[in-house]
């Protein structure tokens, strides 16, 4: 079996890459970055998506396709909406359209987000089944793409899945950029600066360890439903404050403090979003397994012994 992951040079991608290695796949991942880690039996090509010849050939010998690609945050989302929408959705559909036309395609996987895609809603954890009213540009992106492929499910038979993982963290994480509470939260603290935190306790989120994800992507490709969504998370919901006290021992134990920087709630953000995975679960057997004082402790390692204390805010 040979896997494509397209986008697959970042966190998520270094993550999937090598659990991919290990069931036994040939991985060749495509991205016009260059990737976090390069690991031996992989192949990395370096190119767009948009370089057509370069995209057919390498797509031609793989039998799943991984789509992890998308040029945009959920923060920048909003800044220019419009560039959201060009700049993932015609990608994505000319990625479907190219899969129809492969004769050695068993699955193409896209992965959505399970933090944007529902928006407030009556159920938590929310299943698959709940609701989707997304709030922000990015989730309503992610929620048009899957409907592409859904689409072309139904009407022309694509092999597609859609994974919605809940709020991903772990080693390899980069604080600052405007998408991770956890690698932000370890940054300021690092640095000795409060930490941002909107509207009393802050947002309740679903943290899913970057390993438990990738496994999770797997159990979806080997025993997914073509023409059907996952929820990827842990069902259990933190809110940023808990988060922090999680983090205080860590920080405490190192002769750091944990300030918080208490601002006004924001309207786009979604108060509260955890995950219910019991389909994924009944469907693949797939749970996660890592504890989170664990995660949070790894994770703050990883980032102390490669950030620097000087580095400007």
């Known amino acids: 079996m040979r896997s494509c992951l397209i986008g697959g040079a970042g966190f998520i991608g270094s993550y999937l890459t ?4 290990a069931s036994g796949r040939a991985v060749v ?14 192949e990395y090509v370096i190119g767009h998506y948009e370089d057509a010849g370069l995209f057919a050939r390498t ?34 559909v000319a990625l479907f359209k190219r899969a129809l036309d492969s004769d050695r395609l068993r699955r193409v996987l896209f992965v959505s987000s399970g933090g944007t895609v529902y928006g407030p809603t009556a159920h938590q954890p929310t299943p698959e089944s709940s609701q989707t009213q997304p709030i922000s540009p990015y989730g309503i992106t992610k929620l048009t793409i ?7 499910h139904r009407t022309r038979g694509l092999p597609a899945l859609v994974v919605r993982p809940s709020n991903a963290y772990g080693p390899g994480q980069v604080p600052f950029t405007d998408q991770g509470f956890v690698a932000t939260a370890i940054g300021s603290i690092l640095r000795r600066q409060p930490v941002p935190v909107f ?14 994800l990738a496994a999770g992507i797997l159990a979806v490709l080997e ?24 983090l205080a021992p860590i920080a405490h134990s190192r002769g750091l403090e944990v300030a918080i920087d208490q601002r006004p709630a924001r309207g786009f953000d979604v108060s509260v979003n955890v995950l219910d995975i ?35 805010s």
Request: charge should be negative.
């Open 146 to 152: 899957e409907k592409y492929a859904f689409m072309f």
């Open 278 to 312: 019991t389909k994924v679960t009944q469907t693949t057997g797939w749970r996660p397994l890592m504890p989170f004082e664990e995660g949070l402790a790894r994770t703050w390692e990883a980032i102390a012994a490669t950030f620097s204390l000087s580095s400007p």
């Open 18 to 21: 090598p659990v991919l290695l």
């Open 59 to 92: 797509l031609a010998g793989c039998e799943e396709w991984i789509d992890l690609a998308y040029v945009t945050q959920p923060k920048t989302s909003f800044e220019d909406p419009l560039h959201d929408l060009m700049g993932n959705v015609p990608a994505a």
């Open 29 to 42: 991942v495509l991205d016009p970055r260059s990737p976090l880690r390069r690991l031996p039996g992989a």
């Open 223 to 246: 025993s997914g439903q073509p023409g059907e969504a996952y929820n990827l998370g842990t069902g259990m919901g933190l809110s940023n404050l808990q988060v922090l006290e999680a």
């Open 199 to 212: 509207g009393g306790g802050g947002t309740v989120r679903d943290y899913l360890y970057a390993e438990d």
